[in-house]
């Protein structure tokens, strides 16, 4: 698996997904929400699975001794690992921008604590269903990717709402999770926590499903 996984990582990893990572740093601009520049995870697994069909990476994967389940289980690995360094890589950032911008941010929810178990969510249907649409078929990523792009979306605009109309929810816990100070924060682990329980559960449900449905492609 670790050899299968370097494959994945050598044949499959393309600069661009590298540049996409470090578009995440568009956290730090002023008044941007901030769940847009982690779209640009959700696209680098678009351009991923594109680079992996131009290699016809399917067809050469099946000439090695393993199984389907262990071709899918190498991609579910590659993108995790992919998008939690990235979601690590943006943390710096997202504690300078606390220090740079400390009025807050006019476009949707701070980027705190809360923020990075809540972005969890919208990344893991994106996830589930692009895995789960491709493998079913394992033929062009594009229409998985369209069906998983709007999920996000939808996700993203259900997560953001009460932060837009947060002056409804005065004096709940809608209104700290848009906070940045140490004591709010220190109340918004138990998302985070949450969060990261729904990533690591989402792989998981993805890869069994996506799995499952390869097995049953013929190839």
Do not use: H
Request: glycine share 4%.
């Amino acid at each position: 698996m670790t050899n299968f996984l370097n494959k994945e990582i050598r044949l499959n990893l393309a600069p661009v997904n590298y540049l996409f990572m470090a578009f995440s740093t568009m956290i730090i601009i002023p008044n941007y929400p901030c769940y847009v520049p982690f779209f640009y995870f959700a696209l680098s697994v678009f351009f991923i699975f594109n680079n992996a069909e131009l290699n016809r990476d399917i067809q050469y994967s099946m000439v090695l001794p393993i199984t389907k389940k262990e071709i899918v289980k190498s991609r579910c690995i590659l993108v995790f690992c992919y998008e939690l360094a990235g979601l690590i890589f943006t943390i710096p950032f997202a504690i300078l921008r606390s220090k740079l911008i400390p009025m807050g941010n006019d476009a949707g929810i701070e980027a705190n604590v809360a923020f990075y178990g809540l972005v969890m969510i919208p990344l893991t249907l994106f996830n589930l269903i692009f895995f789960t649409k491709y493998y079913k078929k394992a033929e062009k990523p594009g229409i998985p990717f369209l069906f998983a792009s709007i999920a996000y979306w939808v996700c993203y605009l259900l997560l953001e709402a009460p932060i837009w109309f947060k002056s409804f929810f005065q004096g709940t816990y809608i209104e700290i999770l848009d906070k940045s100070d140490m004591v709010s924060m220190s109340r918004q682990i138990p998302v985070l926590v949450a969060g990261l329980m729904i990533f690591n559960l989402g792989w998981i449900l993805t890869y069994r499903i996506s799995s499952k449905r390869f097995e049953k492609v013929d190839l």
